[in-house]
């Protein structure tokens, strides 16, 4: 685990993002109090599971058919 303070902190952000991919941590400080803390954001998302839907949703069978209101609208 690395501490530094706010100063080198914003001089070296890329040089601490680095080493925060890398697997460690890095505390920042002001005037040698820990203020914050850099950690790796776990970005693994759950599997979608597909078909959850499967039987719930019906379709009309006319549903693409021109709607009797708009006959006017379509000539």
Same mark, same amino acid.
């Given at each position: 685990?690395? *501490?530094v303070?706010?100063?080198e &902190?914003?001089?070296? +952000?890329?040089?601490?993002?680095? *080493?925060?991919?890398?697997?460690?941590?890095?505390?920042? &400080?002001?005037?040698?109090?820990?203020? &914050?803390?850099?950690?790796?954001? @776990?970005?693994?998302r759950? !599997?979608?599971?597909?078909?959850? &839907?499967?039987?719930?949703? *019906?379709?009309?069978? @006319?549903? @693409?058919?021109?709607?009797?209101? +708009?006959?006017?609208?379509? !000539?």
């Amino acid at each position: 685990m690395t *501490q530094v303070n706010i100063h080198e &902190a914003k001089t070296h +952000f890329s040089k601490l993002i680095k *080493q925060v991919l890398n697997g460690e941590e890095v505390i920042i &400080a002001r005037s040698n109090k820990p203020v &914050a803390k850099l950690v790796s954001i @776990d970005s693994s998302r759950p !599997q979608r599971e597909l078909g959850t &839907a499967k039987g719930k949703i *019906q379709i009309s069978p @006319d549903f @693409d058919e021109p709607l009797s209101d +708009f006959e006017k609208y379509m !000539q």
